[in-house]
């Protein structure tokens, strides 16, 4: 069967064309920038921004990005991911199998939260416009797109409220962050207001505050650099595989084998049909 279609009259060579990197002996470029000029010159953010975006980022840009990375390396064993790289570890898989683990299990529920706040936080400023913002229509934009969330039923607003923490203590420092970078005219602090607001009318629906959380804070800082939501995922992704190599190895000292989710000493709680027996033949 003949081929046809725009593919038919490809090269082997246009089968994976990329703008990303160029490759030829000796030679390797980023972007189109030689990877000796790059190394010693910008940090991993930049390269982070410039291997996703295209270009490099103006310095306040990669220090807010690289604020946002190292925010969310880290939740400690309880966080499955981790839980699940630790576990791994002790099966006598090799680390890169162990971070695989952790990073699989980084889903809408565990880690995808910054991803869905990035929407919102975008589909507000869709509604409140590029005019100045006041916060009576930041108030009303945001309460439209939190009924929006419960139509569709979703219980939580994405980037507030912790299952741990009563106030987050690492959303404050990134939004400290932002609003220096703001101040400074390197980014626009209309995604910080735009997050405030959506606080401030939670806290008017519930009653009570729900302060934002990692999620929340790192989503400011996504969509005040203009990641798309599909990305700020992979830049979770990203941050967190530090905590699940970290846990990987710290695990791999410990000589344990087979490690499950419980201490061995203890059982889980049996729910099914009393012992029985097939009885008489």
Known sequence: MSSSGPL???TPQDWWSTSIIDMKPGMIRYRGYAIEELIGRVGFADMVYLMTRGELPHPAAAKLLEAALVAAVDHGPQAPSIAAARMAVTCGVG??????SAINMLGD???GAG?????LYNAVAARVGSDVISEERLAEAARAEMKLLV???IRYVPGFGHRFHPRDPRAP????LVDVAAAAGAVSGRFAAIGRAVEAELAAQKGRTVPMNIDGA??????????????CRGLFVLSRAVGALAHAFEEMQSGERNKGPIPRHLTWTYTGPPA????AA
Not at 115 to 119: G, K
Not at 276 to 279: E, K, Q
């Open 151 to 153: 139509e569709a039923g």
């Open 95 to 100: 680390i890169n199998n162990a971070m695989a």
């Open 218 to 231: 790192t989503g400011v800082i996504f969509t005040e650099l203009g990641f798309p939501p599909p990305l």
């Open 109 to 111: 529920v565990h880690g």
């Open 8 to 10: 038919a009259n490809q």
């Open 173 to 176: 420092r990134l939004l400290e």
């Open 276 to 279: 029985r027996t097939l009885g």
């Open 115 to 119: 991803e869905q706040c990035v929407t």
